[in-house]
Each structure stands twice: as structure tokens, then as C-alpha cells.
């Protein structure tokens, strides 16, 4: 059984910290550290950051530049490009998305299709696995249309849009004693604040529990613990989750991991099983669940890995709506949707930092020295993904490619 774990907004160093709680102590049957989701949106985004948990294995995934709903092209794509710009993130590992809010339509599982992504996970699954209509779907693809709702008008989504290969990780909710009534899909640990029938967090660990175990006695659905990390974070100013949350989180991954063939994935790791699915026996065989990538040797580093900007390497862009640090070099204006990868500013008597290639994976790139650390074969990379910033030619589009 999957145990799928995500965090949704901006990467700083409290959502890390945040996320590490649950993670950092744990491992898979296998030995090797849990992996998990990142869908990262632009704002507030420490882009360094974004490196390191790339590098450390984790997936980064889209959740358009400026968290809005129902998003537009170039809110889906200015993401990629930033983030492939500026914490050098190969294009042809963003295969996934979450819209903001949950907010998507038919338009937008098109729309990413359409920009060579492999999977959408804004689905809710909300009607219980003991129901006989249960939509708690396995991953599937749209060859046949969505096989679950659109969270924002309910019916709009069902049986369309026929997209062949594009992949649906639907959201799997948890019941309460209400049954329907009474589904937590994200952060259910906020809920209580919601009128929700949970008024502590003993109540909701057991009914948390209770939905995993009808997954696993069940068809072994996955479960997902889907997190905005800022709500758990103790670091974070004027957030103070109690650590009773943070506790029953963890009691409740403990639990689970006592059961027997309980993974803790990211969307990514399922996704690579569900293609290609082997027994349980023959688990430790899948490439996609083996411990991360092989490591840079430590003394050649240069920002990737590097927690602490320990040799200055780090650019400031100190932007006053979001500053961040980048080891890709500071873009001359903040990046925008309509122009998501400025061109770099280059301080009086520096180089201009070199951005991640094609031919060269991210733990290995050096972008001061522009050259690719290991050149070994099994550190082998090319990213053949999607081409990016291929528009239609709207009125919009034209003015910004030909102005000044
Ligand atoms: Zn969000």
C-alpha cells in the first residue's frame, strides 16, 4: 500500500523543516528514505531550495506562478520555465500539477496535456471506499475521459475530456464517522476550525486511521497525506501548530508503517509503479523506489546540496515582493507570467552564473564554472522533455515578443 505525501505552495526553509518532521527519520521496506511531492508555486518560493530538495530526491511539480485557479497557459507554463531557470530543475522531471484551490476544469487538464505534462492530482476523491460507488480510483488515465469531478462545478468534468496517456492521481479523502458527510481531503488536521465534527486530534488519528484500513483491507488504493507545510511549521512566525498535531501525524505514520508493505511515496514513485506494476517481492527491483541518485562527492559541490550559502555562491534577488536565493544567477526584474525568465543581472566584475543544460542532471551542474561534475555513465543525463514557451500566437503573446 501507497503512501503518498505532498506539500503545496511555496518552498522556504520552515516548509522543509516542516515537511522533515514527518520524513527526514523514516524509512521505505527497502531501506531508503521516503520521497515526496513539492508543487511549488513562484511567490515566496526560495529557489536554492527548490535545488537541494530536488537534488535529495524529492519531486518538484507545478502549481502555476502566482497560485491562481483555473489557471491559464502561461501560469501553467511561466512556473516551468522559472523553475527550470532558476533552481535548475530538468523540464523533463515537472511531469505533475495541482491547480490552486483544487480549481480545475476541463480547460486545464487540456492545457496540460497540451504542454507535455504526465499527470494532473486535483481530483477529490470523496465518496467512501465501503460505498459501492466509491471514487477512490487507482491513478488512471483519460483515454475514457475523468472518472472524477471537478471540485469547483460539480459535474463538469466527468467522462471528459478524452485526453489518451494523460494520467489522473485522483486525491483520496478521509471519512469521518459521517461517512459522505463528513470527508477531509487536505490538511485534515485544520478541519476541527471548519465545523467539522473532529474536536480533537485523537478523534481525527482514528478516523484516519480507519479510512486507511479500508483502503488496505480494501483494494489498496492509495492514501495521501496532502499538506500545506506552512500550517505545521514551528519556526514560522505566528504559526504555532501544537504539538499534539505534529504528534498525531507522526503516530500515525508510525502506525501505518508497521503494517506490513507500506510505502511512502511521491506522486511520481506511485505513478512509475502504477505503469509498470511488480509484486511486492520484486518491489526493491523498481528503479523509481531505489534510494536517490548517486551523490556528488562532497569536496566538488558548488551550491547544489550546500545547506548554508557557506562559500557565497548564493545570489540575493532581492525583490520586494519575494526575495529568494539562487545559485542560477538573479533574473534583472522579478519574474512575471508574462515574463517568467528575465534576462540574468550581472554584478560589475562577476561571470553570469551558467543555467542548467540539456546533457547535464542537476546534483552534478556547476553553474560557475558552466561544466558537468561527473561524466560518468551512469550519471548520464539528457533532457529531451518538452520544448516550453511554445505559444499561440495571441494579440498578447506578439506584444511581448516584439516590443522594444
Ligand atoms: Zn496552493
Given at each position: 500500500?501507497?503512501?503518498?505525501f505532498?506539500a503545496?505552495?511555496?518552498?522556504?526553509?520552515?516548509?522543509?523543516?516542516?515537511?522533515n518532521?514527518?520524513?527526514?527519520?523514516r524509512?521505505n521496506?527497502n531501506?531508503?528514505?521516503?520521497?515526496?511531492?513539492?508543487?511549488?508555486s513562484?511567490?515566496?518560493?526560495?529557489y536554492t531550495l527548490v535545488?537541494?530538495?530536488?537534488?535529495?530526491?524529492?519531486e518538484?511539480?507545478?502549481?502555476t506562478?502566482?497560485?491562481v485557479?483555473?489557471?491559464?497557459?502561461?501560469?501553467i507554463?511561466?512556473?516551468?520555465i522559472?523553475?527550470?531557470?532558476?533552481?535548475?530543475?530538468?523540464l523533463?522531471?515537472i511531469?505533475?500539477?495541482r491547480a490552486?484551490?483544487?480549481?480545475?476544469?476541463?480547460n486545464t487538464?487540456?492545457?496540460?496535456?497540451?504542454?507535455?505534462?504526465?499527470?494532473?492530482?486535483s481530483?477529490?476523491a470523496a465518496i467512501?471506499?465501503?460505498?459501492?460507488g466509491?471514487?477512490?480510483?487507482?491513478p488512471y488515465?483519460?483515454?475514457?475521459?475523468?472518472?472524477n469531478?471537478?471540485?469547483a462545478?460539480?459535474?463538469s468534468?466527468?467522462g471528459?475530456p478524452?485526453l489518451?496517456g494523460?494520467?489522473?492521481?485522483p486525491?483520496?479523502?478521509?471519512?469521518?464517522?459521517r461517512?459522505?458527510?463528513?470527508a477531509?481531503l487536505m490538511d485534515?488536521w485544520l478541519?476541527g476550525?471548519?465545523g467539522?465534527?473532529?474536536?480533537?486530534?485523537t478523534?481525527?488519528l482514528e478516523?484516519?486511521?480507519a479510512?486507511?484500513?479500508?483502503?488496505y483491507n480494501?483494494?489498496?488504493?492509495?492514501?495521501?497525506?496532502?499538506?500545506?507545510p506552512i500550517?505545521?511549521?514551528?519556526t514560522y512566525?505566528?504559526?504555532?501548530?501544537s504539538?499534539?498535531?505534529i504528534?498525531m501525524?507522526n503516530?500515525?505514520?508510525?502506525w501505518a508503517?508497521?503494517?506490513?508493505?507500506?510505502?511512502?511515496v511521491s506522486?511520481?514513485q506511485?505513478l512509475?509503479?502504477v505503469?509498470?506494476?511488480v509484486?511486492t517481492?520484486q518491489?526493491d527491483?523498481?528503479?523509481?523506489?531505489k534510494c536517490?541518485?548517486?551523490?556528488v562527492d562532497?569536496?566538488?559541490k558548488?551550491?547544489?546540496?550546500?545547506?548554508?550559502?557557506e562559500n557565497?555562491l548564493?545570489?540575493?534577488c532581492?525583490?520586494?515582493?519575494?526575495?529568494?536565493?539562487?545559485?542560477?544567477?538573479?533574473p534583472?526584474t522579478?519574474?512575471?507570467?508574462g515574463?517568467?525568465?528575465?534576462?540574468q543581472q550581472?554584478?560589475?566584475?562577476?561571470?553570469?552564473?551558467?543555467?542548467?543544460?540539456?546533457?547535464c542532471s542537476?546534483p552534478?551542474w556547476d553553474?560557475v564554472?558552466?561544466?558537468?561534475?561527473?561524466?560518468?555513465?551512469?550519471?548520464?543525463?539528457?533532457?529531451?522533455?518538452?520544448?516550453?514557451?511554445?505559444r499561440?500566437?495571441t494579440?498578447?503573446?506578439?506584444?511581448?515578443?516584439?516590443?522594444?
Open positions: 500500500m501507497f503512501v503518498v505532498t503545496d505552495d511555496a518552498v522556504q526553509s520552515y516548509t522543509i523543516d516542516a515537511v518532521q514527518f520524513l527526514a527519520h524509512q521496506p531501506g531508503c528514505a521516503p520521497k515526496m511531492t513539492y508543487f511549488t513562484l511567490n515566496f518560493t526560495n535545488t537541494d530538495w530536488y537534488v535529495a530526491g524529492n518538484i511539480a507545478d502549481h506562478m502566482t497560485h485557479g483555473d489557471p491559464p497557459q502561461d501560469e507554463d511561466g512556473n516551468l522559472a523553475l527550470n531557470a532558476l533552481a535548475g530543475i530538468p523533463k522531471s511531469i505533475g500539477f490552486p484551490f483544487l480549481n480545475f476544469s476541463v487538464l487540456k492545457l496540460l496535456a497540451a504542454a507535455g505534462f504526465t499527470y494532473d492530482s481530483a477529490p467512501p471506499v465501503t460505498d459501492p466509491t471514487d477512490a480510483f487507482w488515465t483519460l483515454d475514457n475521459g475523468m472518472a469531478d471537478c471540485l462545478v460539480a459535474g468534468c466527468k471528459q478524452v489518451p494523460f494520467w489522473e492521481i486525491m483520496y479523502a478521509y471519512f469521518d464517522e461517512g459522505p458527510a463528513g477531509h485534515p478541519d476550525a471548519n467539522a465534527t473532529k474536536v480533537n486530534d478523534a481525527t478516523y484516519m486511521k479510512t486507511f484500513t479500508a483502503h480494501g483494494n489498496r488504493q492509495p492514501i495521501g497525506l496532502y499538506t500545506h500550517h505545521l511549521s514551528t512566525p505566528g504559526v504555532n501548530p504539538n499534539s498535531t504528534n501525524i503516530t500515525f505514520l508510525d508503517q508497521v503494517q506490513q508493505d507500506v510505502w511512502i506522486n511520481e506511485l512509475a509503479w505503469q509498470n506494476p509484486p517481492s518491489l527491483s523498481v528503479a523509481a523506489l536517490s541518485t548517486p551523490q562532497a569536496s566538488q558548488i551550491c547544489n546540496g550546500i545547506p548554508a550559502n557565497g548564493l545570489s540575493h532581492a525583490f520586494s515582493d519575494f526575495p529568494f536565493f539562487t545559485c542560477y544567477g538573479c534583472e522579478e519574474p512575471t507570467v515574463n517568467p525568465n528575465p534576462a550581472v554584478p560589475d566584475g562577476q561571470q553570469a552564473r551558467f543555467r542548467l543544460p540539456t546533457n542537476t552534478f553553474p564554472a558552466g561544466k558537468c561534475l561527473c561524466t560518468a555513465s551512469d550519471c548520464a543525463f539528457t533532457d529531451n522533455s518538452r520544448s516550453i514557451g511554445v499561440p500566437l494579440p498578447l503573446y506578439l506584444y511581448l515578443l516584439f516590443r522594444a
